[in-house]
C-alpha cells in the first residue's frame, strides 16, 4: 500500500435493507465511499467513509462549465467468493484521457487502483452472487474551484462509491437511428466519459422514448450516414459470417467492453472488423436477411441484443432468440467475471 488512506467505518451497514434477487441498475448504494481531494498540484485528503451527501457552493465550477468526468467498471466473486474486478486499468488509463481533454489533472494509475481496491474489499458484502448482476463501480472527478468565469478550476474532488446492480436492459433494446442531433463530432469530446455527452443525450433519447424506441443510433455530425455508437453503448453488427463494429474515429467512446469482445471474437477466430459502417448498409442487411444479430456493448450493459431498428421510414427487425455470437460473447465474459471461463488474457484482477 503506497497510499494512506483514512478508514471511518458506518455505524449502521444498510445491507439487510437490500434484496440481492431483486436489483434494479442504478438505485441502491453500499455503505461507503471513497474520497479524495485535488489541491495545490496533488492528491490529498484520501479518506474511505460513510456514503453521505457533499455539500457543495453554488459558484462551484463543474455546476456551471461542466468539468466533470467518470469512469463504470464492474466487480464480480469467484466460485468462492472472493471479489474480482474486471480489467480495471484500463479504466485507470481511460478517465486520465478523458481528464486530458477536459483539461482535468490525471490520477496517478496507482492511486485510482488503491482506492478501487481498498474499496471493493471493504465493501465485498454487496457484489451479487446472482449470474447477470454485479458490483457497478462508479469512480468520477469534478471541478471544485468556487468561482465564476470560464478557466479551468484548480482544485477537484475524486469520489469512488460502488452499487449492487441487475442487468442494465431486461429485454432486448429498440433503436432509432437519430439524424437531427448528433452524439459527437471528431475534434469534440465524444471520446471523453465526460457528463455532458450524457445530458446532451438526453432530448434525443426521450424523443425516441416516445416513438416507443429505447435508444437512439448515433450517426456521425458531418454526413449523418456513418454509425457511431447507441445511446450508451458501443454497437457491433453480425452480417453474413463477419463481426462488424464502427472504427474508433475520435468521436467514439473506446470501450472497455467493446475492445474485450474483439480480442475474443479474435481468439475464437470469427471474422471482426472495425471500419465506417454505414445506416443504409446495415438496413439493406436487414431488408436482404443478411444481418444475421446487432448488439450494444458497454459495462452497464455487457451485451445487450438489439430486435428493432428505425431509420426514417424503414424499419428492420430481427429476432434476438436466433443470436449465437452475441449469446457466446456474453456468457464468455460473465464466465470470466465468476472464474468459471479461463482468463487467458491477465483481465479478471483479485481486488
Ligand atoms: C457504463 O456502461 O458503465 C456507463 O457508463 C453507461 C451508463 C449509462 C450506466
Avoid at 459527437?184 to 471520446?191: I, K, L, T
Avoid at 465526460?194 to 438526453?202: R, V
Wanted: include cysteine; charged fraction near 20%.
Amino acid at each position: 500500500m503506497k497510499y494512506q488512506i483514512k478508514i471511518t467505518k458506518t455505524s449502521q451497514s444498510n445491507i439487510e435493507n437490500i434484496d440481492f434477487d431483486h436489483l434494479p441498475f442504478g438505485k441502491f448504494y453500499s455503505d461507503h465511499m471513497f474520497v479524495a481531494d485535488y489541491i495545490d498540484g496533488h492528491w490529498t485528503n484520501l479518506e474511505i467513509k460513510p456514503i453521505a451527501l457533499i455539500p457543495t457552493h453554488p459558484g462551484n465550477m463543474a455546476w456551471h462549465y461542466g468539468q466533470s468526468i467518470f469512469e463504470g467498471m464492474k466487480a464480480s466473486r469467484d466460485e468462492e467468493g472472493h471479489p474480482l474486478l474486471f480489467r480495471p486499468d484500463m479504466h485507470a488509463k481511460r478517465i486520465n484521457a478523458s481528464a486530458r481533454r477536459m483539461c482535468m489533472p490525471e490520477i496517478p494509475e496507482d492511486l485510482f487502483l488503491e482506492a478501487i481496491h481498498s474499496l471493493v474489499r471493504m465493501e465485498k458484502a454487496w457484489i451479487p452472487p446472482q449470474s447477470g448482476s454485479a458490483l457497478y463501480i462508479r469512480p468520477f472527478m469534478y471541478a471544485t474551484d468556487e468561482t465564476i468565469g470560464v478557466k479551468p478550476s484548480d482544485t477537484y474532488r475524486f469520489i469512488i462509491f460502488v452499487m449492487p446492480v441487475g442487468p442494465y436492459y431486461s429485454k432486448p433494446v429498440k433503436l432509432l437511428a437519430q439524424d437531427t442531433y448528433v452524439r459527437a463530432v471528431v475534434g469534440g469530446v465524444g471520446e471523453a466519459k465526460a457528463a455532458g455527452n450524457y445530458a446532451a443525450s438526453l432530448l434525443p433519447a426521450a424523443m425516441a422514448k416516445n416513438e416507443g424506441y429505447d435508444q437512439v443510433m448515433w450517426l456521425d455530425g458531418v454526413h449523418k450516414k456513418f454509425i457511431q455508437e447507441v445511446g450508451t453503448m458501443n454497437i457491433f453488427f453480425v452480417i453474413g459470417d463477419e463481426v462488424l463494429t464502427p472504427n474508433l474515429d475520435g468521436a467514439i467512446l473506446a470501450g472497455i467492453t467493446r475492445d474485450s469482445i474483439i480480442t475474443l471474437l479474435k481468439d475464437r477466430g470469427i471474422k471482426i472488423t472495425e471500419r465506417l459502417i454505414t445506416i443504409g448498409e446495415v438496413m439493406e442487411a436487414g431488408e436482404k436477411g443478411t444481418l444475421k444479430e446487432v448488439f450494444g456493448a458497454g459495462t452497464a450493459a455487457v451485451v445487450a441484443p438489439v430486435c428493432e431498428i428505425k431509420h426514417g421510414h424503414q424499419i428492420v427487425k430481427i429476432d434476438p432468440d436466433s443470436f449465437k455470437i452475441s449469446k457466446m460473447i456474453y456468457e464468455t465474459i460473465n464466465g470470466l467475471r465468476n472464474s468459471t471461463v479461463e482468463d487467458t488474457h491477465g483481465w479478471i484482477v483479485p481486488a
